[in-house]
């Protein structure tokens, strides 16, 4: 007999039992649970998203805004198939302890194969320039997946 596996509608996991969690939301942890409440509920962009994703489109770089990625965190911006762009705010990403867990979810990504750009809301706000240089250089580093 086939064992059943269980896909967590978030993160893509497969388990080889439901667990109680998956049955009452479809996700296998509290971090996916916490990342589709987040995308589920009423969140609108910050000015400082606005304006990358008008860069972006500006230069004709295709993206996809909110993707969740590796179950660990959200990209603000998600340009395929591995640039994840984080418009850090003050208010939201100002103290200790939030940077660092800005830190970690970074080298997780990082060490997940993601090219990951991390932009504070003063450097998005004040000088177009580098920020632009930035994004062009991170989406230079992307891994092109070839279909054959």
Known sequence: MKKQKFECKTCGKLWPRESERMRDGKTCSKRCASIKGYLSGDRKETNIELKLQAMLLALGIEFITQKPILGVTIADIFIEPNVAIFADGAYWHGDLMTQYKDSQKTKTLTRGGYVVLRL???EIE??????????LEAYGKRRIIKKL
Request: aromatic share 0%; hydrophobic share 25%.
């Open 126 to 135: 004040e000088d177009d320039d580098l920020v632009r240089e930035k994004v």
């Open 120 to 122: 504070d809301e003063e």
